[in-house]
């Protein structure tokens, strides 16, 4: 037995790293026996673990409730599988029953199932009309022919090709950037950016007004949110003088701060003074304006000439703004790299397909060789924007240069439809910078399905008189702040100023129709 043991301690000594565990053994039995009992215990109790079976089962079946053949047939019988999605609720069979089928592609002026005749689209996000462009479809059919058809991968495994690299480069050359990185979603392009670069403990200060994927980017970050008026300097300076005394107050440290918003103002240096003022980065979402707006539909930037390298983020849509797919991100390159391995969708989504990619990239070209197509845009939105603001019973809160306007109703006091409070003043007091919901929500007293219901009404109004428009369709129940029913009109270059003078002229009266008929 003894030379036994001393053969073991022997080959135990031998072992790499025996003398680190002998040490560490007695020293920890001579301070604390109880200790090395547990351990022993835990050593035990790991071996056995990994030795019994990680499928045990009681294979003698005596615990199993024993059904007849006649009992399982009925239960087979009985049996419902529950449907993938709930039934639609009546709100939705309405809408899709009102939905207008096209025959064939769609178009500025496409021609409808229903009546077999054409209508002007005032509905299809098509503002530089690239879409159905044959120079375009040439350029992707011989993308089709050479690379296939989808990537089959994520860009940061197989699935990125020469056209890929093209169109980014296409991209940041074009804005006038370092850099930029290619999504294959436009929705998770903001999505993506704001949790890769913000993260818990950082502070975003935020416009009330940001869409949907930029609130699920803000709440996967997790980081600390402080909001400010929507489109006001004011509030925005106000919050960051806040929050930089809330820090000093506290005595916490300086932290990564962003401003993210959808838009810069019309005093767009102020914006980039104040970023520089408090020592913030700022994220723009250009989503509808890429592509649509300033000379050459640089976007912002170039509308109220800032540099694009003076936006730390710079987001934008490709689907939109080129009439593609997916979304892009400009910056430097150390930013543009950073998300490379942070981006969620980029590095979890297969990369966008090649024919897109050289679409977009046309796409750019064309916008280049053809700066008549923006000038023409912007006839038409201000040729529309004449028409419209001239009519009493409506406000549009969209921007001037904006092709995507929306319009509000509004009702006379007597109409069963008019917000009861909607007179009241706006509060004098500064809004919460805590909470999303802006100062003047207690006036927002409007019954969101009646109003959608009377909207509704000038949308089939119009498109009996052979114009498409649509409501704004929302994520009731999903966003953080309901917004009011409206109407979207957007506007295309694809069609001439007397054309838009008259589509738009149609939705006018069919708003004074409906309207009339309320009353």
């Known amino acids: 037995m003894a030379r036994s043991l001393s053969m073991l301690e022997f080959a135990f000594n031998k072992l790499p790293g025996s003398a680190v565990i002998q040490r560490y053994i007695k020293s920890s039995h001579q301070n604390d026996p109880g200790r090395t009992i547990l351990e022993v215990i835990l050593i035990i109790f790991a071996i056995r673990t990994l030795l019994q079976s990680r499928t045990r089962a009681d294979r003698t079946g005596k615990h199993f409730i024993q059904f007849s053949d006649k009992e399982i047939d009925e239960l087979v019988d009985e049996w419902t599988p529950e449907p993938l999605d709930p039934p639609l609720t009546s709100a939705e069979k309405a809408d899709l029953a009102v939905v207008p089928v096209v025959a064939g592609q769609n178009g500025p002026k496409p021609r409808l199932v229903s009546t077999g005749k054409n209508a002007i689209n005032l509905a ?12 375009i479809k040439q350029a992707a059919m011989e993308t089709l022919r050479k690379y296939g058809l989808g990537s089959c991968g994520p860009p940061g495994f197989y699935g990125t090709l020469d056209v890929h690299m093209d169109l980014e480069r296409d991209i940041a050359d074009f804005l006038g950037s370092e850099a930029s990185i290619l999504y294959s979603q436009g929705f998770s392009t903001i999505s993506s950016v704001i949790p890769a670069f913000c993260k818990r403990g950082d502070i975003i200060v935020a416009d009330r007004g940001v869409n949907f994927a930029i609130h699920k980017g803000i709440q996967i970050s997790r980081s600390t949110v402080r909001w400010f008026d929507h489109n006001d300097l004011k509030s ?7 929050v930089e005394k809330d820090r000093k107050k506290r005595k916490g440290p300086l932290t990564r701060r962003f401003i993210i918003t959808e838009g810069i103002f019309e005093k767009d240096g102020a914006m980039i003074e104040i970023k520089y ?16 707006v300033g000379r050459t539909g640089r976007g912002l930037t170039e509308l109220y000439n800032v540099p694009a390298e003076k936006v730390d983020m710079l987001v934008g849509s490709v689907a939109i703004g080129l009439c593609s797919a997916g979304g892009f991100c400009a910056g430097s390159q150390a930013v543009v790299d950073h998300q490379r391995i942070n981006g969620t969708s980029f590095v979890f989504s297969a990369s966008l397909p090649a024919l897109l990619a050289v679409s977009a990239s046309e796409g750019i070209n064309i916008l280049r060789s053809s700066p008549s197509i923006l000038s023409t845009l912007q006839e038409n939105v201000r040729a529309a924007r004449a028409i419209l603001d001239r009519v009493d019973c409506i406000t549009i809160p969209s921007h001037p240069a904006s092709p995507i306007i929306h319009i509000h109703v509004r009702f006379s006091s007597s109409s069963s439809l008019h917000p009861s409070s909607a007179s009241l003043p706006l509060s004098p007091k500064p809004s919460n910078p805590a909470s999303p919901l802006p100062r003047d929500v207690i ?5 969101i399905e009646t109003e959608e219901r009377f909207l509704q009404d000038v949308v089939d109004e119009a498109l009996a008189q052979g114009v498409m428009v649509t409501r704004a369709k ?9 917004a009011r029913p409206s109407i979207r009109l957007a506007l295309t270059s694809a069609l001439t100023k007397k054309e838009t003078e008259k589509a738009v002229t149609v939705v006018k009266s069919a708003l004074v129709k409906v309207l009339a008929k309320r009353r």
């Open 443 to 447: 006036s927002w007293d409007w019954n």
């Open 236 to 242: 925005l300076e106000d919050v960051l003088e806040s």
């Open 277 to 292: 003022k408090h020592k913030y980065r700022l994220i723009l979402d250009e989503s509808f304006s890429f592509g649509t």
């Open 124 to 135: 299809s996000l098509n503002f530089t009309g690239l879409a159905g462009n044959e120079d």
């Open 474 to 482: 929302r994520l009731r129940g999903q966003e953080m702040v309901e």
